[in-house]
Each structure stands twice: as structure tokens, then as C-alpha cells.
């Protein structure tokens, strides 16, 4: 079955840029999106179809996807944006969705 | 504004059925544009999705979960519905359902409940 390796942690000073990366094989050959999970909140779309970003979303929020790894990345970081980020496809070889394992963002 | 709600038994036995509920209000359930998930998030794991249904009452599940989830929709109050059979511990998670978009090869949870935490012990 396809897996979704995604790092357990990423760290940024706020107003830097938090990059958080989604690897897979070829994932550059399907659509990716990527989830925010606060506690006790409903997870939101922050990113879909690799770089499409939802109405209501920053313009910080920005993704791309090639080759090995898709990466979503996260400019002027600030304390609302600490989170866990959560990679998706669908992998039809076996019919179903995969999730990465998420990575946290902490605002240091 | 579309909001979705989870309810239902948040303690299950092992070996008994895990219930639950989604109450969706802002969007009728009862169109084809979309589809119905329910997601669950085991403590320290990525989400796992299970299955989702549509509005015809076609359902597809998570080929792992098959043998034991069951979705059931309710067009007349807006709701769906999860069944799992036979838990054990390690189905004790936060379930979520999700409105998805199903287009081609493309699956997409675009609006998501808070979730329930649901535990399985004695």
C-alpha cells in the first residue's frame, strides 16, 4: 500500500518560513491536499490539489509538488498557525485514502 | 454556513458496536455533488479514513475496516450514520465525519466536524 512519510516536528521563530514536507513515490504524479488540525477544532483545508488554496486561507499558506515530495510551506509564521498539518491523496492502486502521520508546528 | 456534528456513544465495550452520528445543518445531504465520510484519528497516528457514502446510499470503505464498518444515510433529517463492529481497544480514536468531494481519482474532506472521542474498555 502507498505510505506518506511526513517529519513529526518542524520548528520556526514566528515571521520566518515553516516548510513541512509530504514524501511518497512519484507523489508528484497525484494531487495532494493538506489539513490543519487544532485541538478541540474541526481540521480545515488549507491546501488542495497540490497548490490551490481555499477561500478564507492567507496567502502564507502555499504548496507545491514534485517528484518524491510535496511540501507545504508556511511564510511570515505566526503563533495562530502552530498546529498539526496533515497530507492526503487517494491511492487507487489499492482504493482508498492515504494520510501522512502530520507534522507539528511550533512557534517558538 | 455548512456545519457538521458528531453524537454518540463515547465509551463502548469490547467486542460490542461503536454508533455514531453526523448531523449536518447549512447544505442538504441529499445531493450528488457530494459524498459522506466518517475519518477516525487513533492516539499518535495520522487520520485513517473509513468510509463515505452518497446520497443514494452507495457506500465505499477503507478496504481494512470493510468487513466490520457499515454507513447509513438519513435524507429526511440530515444525518448519516457509522456502525463498527466488534471493537477492541485499538479502535479507541477520535472520529470524525467529513463532507468529501469525489472527482476521478481525487478525494478531497473539504469540511469537517470537531470530532468525538470514542473509547473502548471494560
Known amino acids: 500500500s502507498y505510505v506518506l512519510s511526513q517529519p513529526p516536528s518542524v520548528s520556526v521563530a514566528p515571521g520566518e518560513t515553516a516548510r513541512m514536507t509530504c514524501g511518497g513515490n512519484?507523489?508528484?504524479?497525484?494531487?495532494v491536499h493538506w489539513y490543519q488540525r487544532k485541538p478541540g477544532q474541526a481540521p480545515l483545508v488549507v491546501i488542495y490539489?497540490?497548490?490551490d488554496r481555499p477561500s478564507g486561507i492567507p496567502e502564507r499558506f502555499s504548496g507545491s509538488n514534485s517528484g518524491d515530495t510535496a511540501t507545504l510551506t508556511i511564510s511570515r509564521v505566526e503563533a495562530g498557525d502552530e498546529a498539526d498539518y496533515y497530507c492526503q491523496v487517494w491511492d487507487s492502486s489499492s482504493d482508498n485514502v492515504v494520510f501522512g502521520g502530520g507534522t507539528k508546528l511550533t512557534v517558538l | 454556513q455548512l456545519q457538521l456534528q458528531e453524537s454518540g456513544s463515547r465509551l463502548v465495550k469490547p467486542f460490542q458496536t461503536l454508533s455514531l452520528t453526523c448531523s449536518v445543518s447549512g447544505a442538504s445531504i441529499d445531493t450528488g455533488s457530494y459524498c459522506w465520510s466518517w475519518i477516525r484519528q487513533q492516539p499518535g497516528k495520522g487520520p485513517e479514513w473509513i468510509g463515505y457514502i452518497y446520497h443514494t446510499g452507495l457506500t465505499y470503505f477503507n478496504p481494512s475496516l470493510q468487513s466490520r464498518a457499515a454507513i447509513s444515510i438519513d435524507t429526511s433529517n440530515n444525518q448519516f450514520s457509522l456502525g463498527l463492529t466488534s471493537v477492541t481497544a485499538a479502535d479507541t480514536a477520535i472520529y470524525y465525519c467529513?463532507?468529501?468531494?469525489?472527482?476521478?481519482?481525487?478525494?478531497?474532506?473539504?469540511?469537517w466536524g470537531q470530532g468525538t472521542l470514542v473509547t473502548v474498555s471494560s
Open positions: 490539489y497540490d497548490s
Open positions: 467529513a463532507r468529501t468531494q469525489v472527482m476521478g481519482i481525487h478525494r478531497l474532506f473539504d469540511s
Open positions: 512519484n507523489i508528484g504524479r497525484r494531487s
